[in-house]
């Protein structure tokens, strides 16, 4: 669709550098701040499709930036401003080479490879007898590797990120604790909306000074997956799908026209119709987590607007 942001080629004052992610565009001013650009880019299985989503960038930047607000007094975060809908500005942070993924429920990838017969997943021992989207006894952390656009993220277990240095044990005491307090605190906030927040993934970065802090996104859709709690257990007790709120349903119709990212595979091809359905569904969740109703912004010339607003601010800061 012509109004969408999928690519940016901005060049701001004092601008080092640009790193181009799956979803965001990152540009690093000075050494010091860093402008990142959510696009409308959609991601599945590691892959980028070849279409923008409407609003798609706006809606994952105006997530995290309300959940950044609503959790910086249990966990510091890197933000510092937001001059334009699709943008969020903060601290320059040298980001840890893992994404802390935590587990409340059996879904997703844990429950694909629970149906496998795996039991032990990043090192963590998963209950016997558990149905999909089962509750866990307690949540689990199952990290990943953090991996460059294009490549798998790969699960990890937290001995081995410990003995192979990927992060040193202080830092990573730091790291779960903090991931806990976050996915507690997501819970809280969800049940207040009438969901449950299943499982989400969360980035984490180090200061100049040397101080931890939350990085990048924090419970989006594309970070995170919501069940409606309404119905829950009647749906677990009789077998039914769960009613939820989350990126899964592009995977499940992707692995329905058979992509799951695998070499050789064809992305299929994705109509205007169901562009507009995924936006649709976007929507939905900002509108549910964050209780208010979404605003949508001009998206006549999003490069022009964004430009300039981010312009702007750096004149001004």
Partial sequence: ???????????????????????REVYNINDELLVMVATDRLSAFDVVMPKGIPYKG????????????????????????????????GHLCA?????????????GHAAREYALGKRILCGVTMPEGLKENDKFPTPIITPTTKADM???????SREAILSNGIVSEEDYLVLEKYTRALFQRGTEIAASRG????????????????KIVLIDEIHTPDSSRYFYADGYQDRQDSGEEQKQLSKEF???WLIENGFQGKEGQQIPNMTEEYIHTISERYIELYE?????KFVKADISDINSRIEKNVLAYLKNS
């Fill in 250 to 252: 592009v995977r499940r």
């Fill in 288 to 292: 549910n987590i964050l209780g208010e």
């Fill in 1 to 23: 669709m012509s109004n969408t942001i999928t690519t940016t080629n901005f060049n701001f004052p004092n601008q080092k550098s640009v790193y181009h992610g799956k979803v």
């Fill in 195 to 210: 969901l449950i927040l299943v499982d989400t993934k969360y980035e984490f970065g180090k200061t100049k000074e040397g």
């Fill in 150 to 156: 294009g490549v798998h993220d790969e699960d990890i």
């Fill in 95 to 107: 980001p840890f080479k893992v994404e802390m993924v935590i587990r409340g429920y059996l879904s």
């Fill in 58 to 89: 706006q809606i994952l930047n105006q997530i995290a930036t309300k959940f950044m607000e609503l959790t910086q007094d249990i966990v510091p975060n890197w933000l510092v401003a937001t001059p334009d809908p699709n943008v969020a500005v």
